[in-house]
């Protein structure tokens, strides 16, 4: 887990969730989290987004969305 910051500020922090997809998890609010892939350095691909309480709903769906970019060869 790390913490991570947006524009120089603490918001949160994230972590490795399964097969190339992490959670951002923000520290305010009810628990808000992102799903991304990332490739490289910089580029990021947001693939889901909710809080606590759609948390497994949310990570299946960055999952397939993520596995379909991948078998269509765009991601």
Not at 42 to 56: E, P, R, T, V
Request: hydrophobic share 40%; charged share 25%; glycine share 10%.
């Amino acid at each position: 887990m790390r913490l991570c910051e947006i524009a120089g500020k603490p918001v949160g922090d994230l972590h490795p969730v399964c097969n190339g997809i992490s959670e951002l998890r923000f520290a305010f609010g009810p628990g808000y989290r992102v799903y991304f892939a990332q490739k490289g350095s910089k580029l990021m691909l947001l693939l889901a987004g909710g809080d606590k309480s759609s948390q497994s709903k949310d990570i299946k769906q960055a999952k397939i969305l993520l596995a379909q970019l991948i078998e269509e060869k765009k991601w």
